[in-house]
């Protein structure tokens, strides 16, 4: 009976999973530093809403230096949906560290994506479009979608980044076309698949998402971990849970 329940949680486990990844890195010279991620709330419904919300709790809990949300806000702008997004993300003041955010393929297809990004802007997170930010000497750059040819690639070899860069890309495919030697890029889209196999083997990935499916990919064009995100867009999720990832990136080991 014991196990039972236990396979069945550990196939249709929907809880929000806390990800602990410790990266060293070529290029990274802010040994220590915490990256807390989300990635893909699709709040489209309150079940979205309120698993998101559970999302950013346990981000916020480990107290990281950075926090980051990689796209995929929802998928239609209704206004109770845009609704979501402010209530969600409006709990990252308490999150007490700088809060970036790349928009996502879906966020150009909901209908009223500017709308969208004005909602965005009353919240804690700064969205990234083509840009640059700057936190504790790291560099962020955040891509536009790339799905819709509108990310600006060149933005990762911009004279103006720091030895310990990190990319903001939805979706992890093109991470094959980031320029420059940035330390890291994290990406979502995936989903992990939702329905895998056990172990988490994905049977289906989007577009965008063929080659880098979830995980951390080290020898990856630039080294990228993808997130299996938090939002579901199938029915359910079979051996693979919504994830908030927590990363530690080390310099190199010696
Ligand atoms: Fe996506």
């Given at each position: ?21 410790n ?5 990274w ?5 915490r990256?807390?991620q989300i ?8 079940g ?13 809990k ?9 796209g995929?806000f ?15 993300f409006?709990?990252?003041?308490d ?8 928009p ?12 969208l990004?004005?909602?965005?802007a009353a ?13 504790h000497g ?8 790339a ?14 980044l720091?030895?310990s860069?990190?990319v ?17 890029v994290?990406?979502?889209h995936s989903h992990g ?19 880098y ?24 999720r079979i051996?693979c ?7 530690t990136?080390n310099?190199?080991?010696?």
């Open positions: 009976m014991v196990a039972a329940t236990a396979l069945e949680g550990a196939v249709s486990s929907s809880e929000v999973r806390l990800e602990r990844r990266i060293s890195l070529a290029r010279d802010a040994p220590g530093f990256i807390a990635s893909d709330v699709h709040l489209n419904n309150t979205m809403r309120d698993k998101a919300l559970q999302a950013v709790h346990l981000a916020m480990q107290k990281p230096d950075l926090l980051v949300f990689t995929d929802l998928n239609k702008a209704k206004p109770e949906c845009l609704g979501y997004v402010k209530e969600v409006d709990h990252l003041g999150a007490g560290c700088p809060c970036f955010a790349v996502g393929n879906h966020d150009y297809t909901c209908e009223d994506t500017g709308r990004f004005e909602v965005i919240t804690p997170l700064h969205l990234l479009r083509n840009q640059i930010a700057e936190v790291i560099s962020i750059a955040g891509l536009d979608d799905y819709h040819g509108l990310a600006q690639f060149e933005t990762t070899k911009s004279s103006e720091s030895v860069t990190l903001l890309l939805h979706e992890p495919d093109y991470v094959r076309q980031v320029q420059g030697t940035p330390s890291l994290l990406s979502g698949g939702e329905i895998c196999l056990p172990g988490g083997i994905p049977i289906h990935t989007p577009i965008g998402a063929s080659i499916k979830g995980g951390y990919y080290p020898d990856a064009p630039t080294p990228i971990y993808v997130s299996r995100g938090v939002g579901t867009l199938g029915p359910c051996f849970p919504p994830e908030v990832t927590l990363i990136v310099a190199p080991q010696s």
